[in-house]
């Protein structure tokens, strides 16, 4: 029976699930697992997730005490919950499960290591090794630096939100273990700005992560890509071979129930033999490039405005759970 191209691409490539969801982790075993503010919303929505989300609001009220705002105690919550979660996923994944920092401290060097602290406490504290665990950190300038200050303390880190060379070039320099290039949403701004389709390797998402693979091979980068953001399983089959990949339940279902070859198309053999020139990145450089790149600079601005928003929906979310909490067991919270 011929195999699925699911079963070929982790031949290749290792596969991540993008998702808050366990049951879609426990039905196609990804390597690893990675969510965002926007998939932890949704999954604390779920009823089969209700109980870890009571549990994690309860524990925030007791840490804060009656005075507490429902405001207040939600935000604590909200930090903790996707802790909760990753621990959760790390009881069905064997490698790593990536939490994000909160988004709105994206321009803020000192606060997103400190909240970095206060994730790797809590999986510290429930005795998850630190080779599990990414911290998820914008690719803006200032969370580049605070991803080099963390990687220095053996705190692994995935750059996300990346769109352009020029942030792809500053997380490896910085010693990122991992980036996310977002294939999909690069593609999405192309479309809306040419009023063009694009299929297979005309991608410019596929086009982008190639490059960005192809550079961190030929230069010895320690740095590993993982694809990220895919609208199609075209994408995906454009970037068999990159180091990870990360790809929702919905298309890992597609590709699991597609048969049909699925070549290599990305290697670091053949990457050491492309002729590039090396670009070094330095604050202002990265500025001039971000700044002549339109559309990273409209995806990244768009990207933590998106996940900033995902965490106030969750926030109000979790204090108008917290009221229906103590409302109906005030003794109880």
């Known amino acids: 029976m011929p195999q699925s191209l699911l079963e070929q691409l982790r031949q290749y490539t290792v ?3 993008d998702t808050g969801d366990m049951e879609a982790m426990e039905q196609f075993h990804p390597q690893d697992a990675t969510t965002n503010p926007s998939l932890i919303t949704a999954a604390a929505q779920m009823p089969q997730y209700q109980p870890i989300v009571d549990g994690v609001l309860k524990d925030a009220r007791n840490e804060l005490g009656e005075g507490a705002t429902d405001q207040a105690v939600a935000n604590l919550a909200f930090q903790r919950l996707a802790v909760a979660f990753g621990k959760k996923i790390l009881a069905i994944v064997p490698g790593r ?5 909160d988004a709105r401290l994206s321009y803020d060097t000192e606060a997103t290591i400190a909240q970095a602290h206060s994730i790797i406490k809590q999986y510290d504290a429930a005795g998850i090794g630190r080779n599990h665990v990414l911290i998820k950190i914008a690719s803006t300038w200032e ?28 997380a490896a320099e910085a010693g990122a273990t991992l980036i996310s290039p977002f294939v999909g949403r690069i593609l999405d701004w192309y479309k809306k700005d040419t009023g063009k389709e694009y299929q297979g ?19 010895g980068y320690k740095t590993v890509v993982m694809g990220a953001s895919f609208r199609n399983i075209s994408e995906i089959c454009e970037l068999a071979g990159c180091d990870l990949l990360t790809i929702s339940p919905q298309l890992l279902a597609e590709l699991e129930a597609t048969q049909a070859q699925l070549p290599r198309k990305l290697s670091a053999d053949a990457a050491k033999a492309i002729e590039m020139e090396k670009i070094a990145v330095d604050k202002a450089t ?48």
């Open 97 to 101: 499960v990536s939490t994000e920092v």
């Open 15 to 17: 596969v991540v699930a």
């Open 286 to 333: 990265f500025e001039r490039m971000h700044a002549a790149d339109r559309m990273a600079s409209d995806k990244l601005k768009e990207g933590i405005e998106g996940f900033s928003s995902a965490l106030v929906k969750l926030e109000t979310l979790l204090a108008k759970r917290l009221a229906e909490l103590e409302s109906r067991t005030p003794a109880a919270v």
């Open 143 to 170: 969370g580049i630096r605070a991803a080099e200050v963390l990687e220095k303390e053996g705190i692994h880190c995935n750059l996300t939100l990346l769109f352009g060379m020029h942030q792809a070039i500053a």
């Open 201 to 219: 390797a005309e991608d410019p998402g596929v086009q982008s992560v190639t490059r960005i693979f192809n550079y961190f091979k030929k230069f």
